[in-house]
């Protein structure tokens, strides 16, 4: 069988073992296997997949339930703060700035605690880092307020709120990071090796 089926193969794949017909592409999974009509070379060969996609959920009931968990527990939080720092039309939108910010220091924190410090399960980076962060966080709402304060003509303020929230998202993680090192004993340089 050729390429895909019947269909010729491309020009940059007519010769080798491409065009012998003996190598069959598809979309999906694939596996290296040796093939011993074409010598001592690997080639890729498609292979059905192992698991269907209902198996695979299924495998991962338990991480999915915490990152639902941990996105509802951050959510709830960023509303709580929304409504404490509420923006009004062409102001600063404080709110999410805030939030943003507070993410991305405990998400510095987060990373170096728990690929150096702790010795975590397979639930806690799940948990706090996509669920708790993620449902915390927010680009969009960024970007909406990006929009109506450029919309508004705010130029300034418009360009003030986007590299602010950039430029302090990056300060936040590296302090993050070095606070936790701090905190372990760790090198303040690059990761330590385990």
């Known amino acids: 069988m050729g390429l895909a089926g019947n269909r010729k193969a491309p020009r940059c794949l007519a ?3 491409w065009a012998s017909g003996k190598v069959t592409v598809t979309t999906g999974e694939t596996t290296p296997q040796h093939s011993p009509e074409l010598g001592d070379t690997d080639v890729l060969r498609s292979t059905p997949a192992r698991h ?6 299924r495998r991962h009931a338990g991480v999915l339930a915490v990152i639902s968990g941990g996105g509802a527990v951050g959510s709830v939080a ?12 062409g102001s600063f ?5 805030a939030v943003n910010i507070v993410g991305c ?6 990373m170096v605690l728990v690929t150096e410090v702790w010795q975590t399960g397979r639930y806690l980076r799940p ?3 996509v669920g708790v962060l993620g449902g915390f966080t927010t680009f969009s709402t960024l970007a909406v307020e990006t929009h109506a304060l ?7 303020l418009t360009n003030v709120y986007v590299v602010g929230s950039v430029l302090a ?25 385990r």
């Open 15 to 17: 010769n080798g073992p």
């Open 52 to 57: 269907s996609f209902g198996s695979r959920m």
């Open 78 to 89: 960023r509303y709580l703060v929304e409504l404490a720092l509420p923006t009004r039309p």
């Open 93 to 97: 939108p404080w709110g999410t700035f």
């Open 105 to 110: 220091l405990l998400v510095g924190l987060l």
């Open 127 to 129: 948990f706090l880092g």
């Open 150 to 156: 450029a919309a508004r003509g705010q130029w300034l």
């Open 169 to 193: 998202g990056l300060t936040a993680v590296w302090v993050g990071v070095i606070l936790a090192r701090l905190l372990a004993r760790r090198p303040l340089g690059r990761r330590a090796r």
